[in-house]
């Protein structure tokens, strides 16, 4: 229906389907799991927001201590996920990178196991079943009993996690003899008011510094320098892909014409998805006869203080011409 009837085969992989609600718990389900076989009893972490419910739940399953570093104006649900597992939640008076700091100082101060983003070697093997799963539900999907990737993959990009598993995933098939050489061409997508990823893309750099005075409603694109960055932009350039931005105003244009539209439900960075896809298929960029995948990375739930309801009639049972009202407002 409507913009979505432009494209030939739109698919979207939906990760708020996940215990905690987004594409987090593939990294520590794997990551605390390890760290506990080798004996860990504590683990920290920064987080934007969801990692620090996946960590928290997958900890408390695991018999371990959590504490998490957040920025204080993390949404209110990451925090109270958190609060209710078990966690330490620490509010911090400043970005994901401010976390981090005070996180790998606390680790070397009390021996904690730090698990920061590619700190350590298993959320990343965790998020590789992105990959895997995403080749064996596209088989499915074309009845074949091969494998299969898509054209074209779309991905709300914060610290880059995601992107780096599944295009590990992506080697590995190829080295099993289960794929061929041709990859997806990775589209990153990074909100306007934080976007080193595109920033670098552009600049042609092998890097990306430190972007200045980054903000954005959506908690998981709020990485303003992240630890993957030559990995993120060097799959992009592999891939012959790009990367683009979208305004907080159009990735919640984006949140609400897939609800209306397609029923669905996704988090900002989903609306952020569907926003950079749209630009590129009218762009021609993206062709009718390809397969686009994108990635909606967490639950809207995560995300109510942003939703405004603004239609609703207030009826009163009691008066006889209540039901007049929705002459109006369903002609």
Not at 2 to 16: A, N, R, T
Not at 76 to 103: F, H, K, Y
Not at 113 to 118: G, P, R
Not at 181 to 204: D, L, N, S, T
Request: glycine share 10%; with cysteine.
């Amino acid at each position: 229906r409507g913009p979505f009837s432009d494209f030939g085969d739109l698919l979207v992989k939906d990760e708020s389907f996940n215990p905690t609600q987004s594409f987090k718990a593939r990294g520590m389900s794997a990551a605390i799991t390890r760290a506990a076989a080798l004996g860990v009893t504590t683990v920290a972490l920064p987080s934007a927001g969801n990692a620090a419910g996946a960590a928290t739940a997958y900890a408390a399953r695991a018999g371990m201590k959590c504490i998490i570093f957040v920025p204080e104006d993390t949404p209110p649900a990451n925090i109270l996920e958190s609060a209710c597992g078990g966690a330490q939640v620490c509010l911090v008076n400043g970005l994901i990178s401010d976390c981090g700091r005070l996180c790998r100082a606390a680790c070397d101060r009390f021996g904690w196991f730090d698990l920061s983003t590619l700190k350590e070697p298993f959320r990343i093997e965790g998020k590789k079943t992105m990959g895997y799963e995403l080749a064996f539900d596209l088989a499915d999907h074309r009845c074949s009993s091969a494998l299969q990737l898509p054209d074209v993959i779309l991905y709300p990009t914060g610290g880059g996690t995601g992107l780096i598993g599944m295009w590990k995933a992506f080697d590995e098939m190829e080295t099993l003899g289960w794929i061929g050489p041709k990859r997806p061409r990775m589209v990153v997508v990074q909100a306007e008011g934080c976007a080193p990823i595109v920033k670098a893309f552009y600049e042609g750099a092998t890097s990306a510094p430190m972007f200045p005075n980054a903000h954005t409603i959506a908690a998981g694109l709020r990485v303003p320098a992240a630890v993957g960055d030559f990995i993120m932009l060097d799959i992009l350039r592999k891939s012959h892909g790009t990367a683009m931005t979208v305004t907080d105003a159009e990735l919640m244009q984006g949140v609400e014409e897939l609800a209306r539209h397609q029923g669905f439900h996704c988090a900002p960075e989903g609306g952020a998805i569907w926003i950079a896809a749209r630009r590129l298929k009218d762009s021609g960029w993206i062709r009718r006869d390809e397969t686009v995948v994108l990635f909606n990375t967490g639950a809207a739930v995560k995300y109510n203080h942003l939703l405004k309801c603004e239609n609703a009639l207030k009826l009163d049972h009691h008066d006889p011409k209540a039901l007049d009202a929705l002459e109006h407002a369903c002609p």
